[in-house]
C-alpha cells in the first residue's frame, strides 16, 4: 500500500512539473522570435521631394517603422528553425549628390534587439553577441551608388550597395541587395544582409543544446527624412 502511494505522489510530481515546465520549454523550442518588418504594401505615395541632400533615419512614416535585427537558422535536437529579433533603436544618415548615393552608415544598437522570449534574448545578448562589450553594429557604405532609376511614382526598385558591417568587433565586406521606396518626403530601405557568423567570430556556446546555422542575415527596415 505505502508503495503505491509513493508512486501515485512520484506520477503526480511529474504531472505537475510537465504542466509547469512544459509550454515554456516548447515555446523556447518553437518560437520564431521577432522579424523585422517589410515595407508595408500599398504605402508607397508619389515623392514630394528630389534625392540630393543629406538623409537621417528617422522613427517611421505612415505605416512603415525604422526596425533592425537579425534572422539566423537554429539547429535544434530533432528540428531546425528560424529564429529573429528586432529594435527600433537605429541611426545613420545617408548623404545623396547628383542622384548618387556617396556616403552613408547606420548604426544598430544590438544590446537592445528583442524577440520574444526574454531568456532567449538574455541568453543572445550574453554568451553569443557578448554585447557588454560589442554594444552596437555599423554598416557604413563603401562605393557610390547611383540612384537616378529610382521611381518617384511610389513603386519600389532594388539596388545593390557595397559595404563593410562592422559587428562583434569584426569588420567585412558585404554586399546587399535592397528594396527602395520613395515616398512623400521619405525614402525607406528593406532587405537583408547576408553574414557568416565566424566571420564575425561569433560562435555557439558548448553548453547550450541548440546549434546556431554559420549563415544568417542582418534585417534592415529604415525610414530616412530629409533634412530641411
Do not use: C
Not at 543572445?124 to 552596437?136: A, C, F, M, S
Not at 557568423?197 to 527624412?225: C, H, M, N, Y
Amino acid at each position: 500500500m505505502r508503495k503505491g502511494i509513493v508512486t501515485l505522489v512520484v506520477v503526480t510530481v511529474v504531472a505537475l512539473a510537465i504542466a509547469i515546465v512544459g509550454p515554456p520549454v516548447y515555446r523556447l523550442l518553437t518560437s520564431e522570435g521577432l522579424q523585422t518588418a517589410s515595407i508595408a504594401d500599398g504605402s508607397g505615395e508619389p515623392a514630394t521631394v528630389g534625392l540630393d541632400g543629406h538623409w537621417d533615419v528617422v522613427s517611421g512614416a505612415g505605416e512603415n517603422s525604422t526596425e533592425a535585427g537579425y534572422t539566423f537558422d537554429e539547429v535544434l535536437p530533432g528540428q531546425e528553425k528560424s529564429t529573429s529579433g528586432r529594435t527600433s533603436e537605429v541611426s545613420g544618415d545617408l548623404v545623396v549628390a547628383n542622384d548618387v548615393l556617396e556616403e552613408g552608415k547606420v548604426t544598430v544598437d544590438v544590446a537592445s534587439i528583442e524577440s520574444d522570449i526574454e531568456k532567449r534574448d538574455i541568453h543572445v545578448r550574453d554568451n553569443i553577441l557578448h554585447t557588454d562589450q560589442y554594444p552596437e553594429a555599423t554598416f557604413t557604405i563603401s562605393d557610390p551608388v547611383d540612384l537616378s532609376s529610382l521611381p518617384e511614382d511610389g513603386s519600389v526598385d532594388t539596388v545593390t550597395i557595397n559595404g563593410e558591417l562592422t559587428m562583434h568587433g569584426k569588420t567585412n565586406d558585404v554586399t546587399a541587395e535592397l528594396t527602395v521606396l520613395r515616398t512623400g518626403e521619405n525614402v525607406i530601405v528593406q532587405g537583408q544582409v547576408p553574414v557568416e557568423r565566424e566571420a564575425f567570430g561569433i560562435v555557439t556556446p558548448e553548453f547550450v543544446a541548440s546549434q546556431i546555422a554559420e549563415e544568417g542575415t542582418v534585417d534592415l527596415l529604415l525610414v530616412f527624412g530629409l533634412q530641411s
